[in-house]
């Protein structure tokens, strides 16, 4: 079983980018889901995060209201952050995350699947 994040980029600033996070051996859509982000010399920080189908509640981090929202393709079975009016400090590689236990919801006690991260560069 794995999570694949996707769609990251270079981007100028200003400009949108839409990460997609899906899954192989499992479905994303009965999980919960959080995308942290990590800069060069930095910690991992949280940016969102979305409960199951069950739930369906969004959480975005303070300091990311208003540019990014997070939301779910049934139809996909995918997982998106739409990041908007990125700001160089923007850059770092964005991870998607599960609980992988059916029915959560956010914020997950704990995190028991990572996918592999998809690098987001905002620079003119």
């Known amino acids: 079983v794995q999570l694949q994040a996707s769609g990251g980029g270079l981007v100028q600033p200003g400009g949108s980018l839409r990460l997609s996070c899906a899954a192989s051996?499992?479905?994303?859509?009965?999980?919960?889901i959080a995308w942290f982000r990590q800069a060069p010399g930095k910690e991992r920080e949280g940016v969102s995060c979305?409960?199951?189908?069950?739930?369906?509640?969004?959480y975005i981090s303070a300091p990311f209201k208003g540019r990014f929202t997070i939301s779910r393709d049934y139809d996909k079975h995918a997982v998106y952050l739409q990041m908007n009016n990125l700001e160089p400090d923007d850059t770092a590689v964005y991870y998607c995350?599960?609980?992988?236990?059916?029915?959560?919801?956010?914020?997950?006690?704990?995190?028991?699947?990572w996918g592999q991260g998809t690098q987001v560069t905002v620079s003119s």
């Open positions: 051996g499992f479905t994303v859509d009965y999980y919960a």
């Open positions: 979305i409960s199951s189908s069950d739930d369906g509640s969004t």
């Open positions: 995350v599960t609980d992988r236990s059916p029915g959560s919801s956010c914020p997950m006690a704990y995190f028991a699947l």
